[in-house]
């Protein structure tokens, strides 16, 4: 399986920036798409950005358009994802997921909170 292992979650303030990194044990083509999600208490799970390891095409859920960016190191099988003008909406647990169609492969989450 692919393992997933995230990092650079914490206590930010309001207009801050932070910026996440998620390591991958492989880039195959069962997780040709790598992708960061994110949870709040109460609410669904939403999807926050993705990225095409295999030509770094992104694309980016609608309430972070224009503040957060989703890049990668393909070398080092590391999808990062800096966040900026952050607000206390982007409050939430943030889990890094791989596949193809869908998503077979998560992380653990790392959380973000913004205060």
């Known amino acids: 399986d692919v393992q997933l292992v995230e990092s650079g979650g914490g206590l930010v303030q309001p207009g801050g920036s932070l910026k996440l990194s998620c390591s991958s044990s492989e880039y195959t083509s069962r997780s040709n798409c790598m992708g960061w999600f994110r949870q709040a208490p109460g609410k669904e799970r939403e999807g926050v950005a993705s990225?095409?390891?295999?030509?770094?095409?992104?694309y980016y859920g609608d309430s972070v358009k224009g503040r957060f960016t989703i890049s990668q190191d393909y070398v080092k099988k590391t999808v990062y994802l800096q966040m900026s003008s952050l607000k206390p909406e982007d409050t939430a647990m943030y889990y890094c997921?791989?596949?193809?169609?869908?998503?077979?492969?998560w992380g653990q989450g790392t959380q973000v909170t913004v205060s």
């Open positions: 990225i095409y390891t295999g030509d770094s095409t992104p």
């Open positions: 997921a791989a596949g193809r169609a869908d998503f077979p492969y």
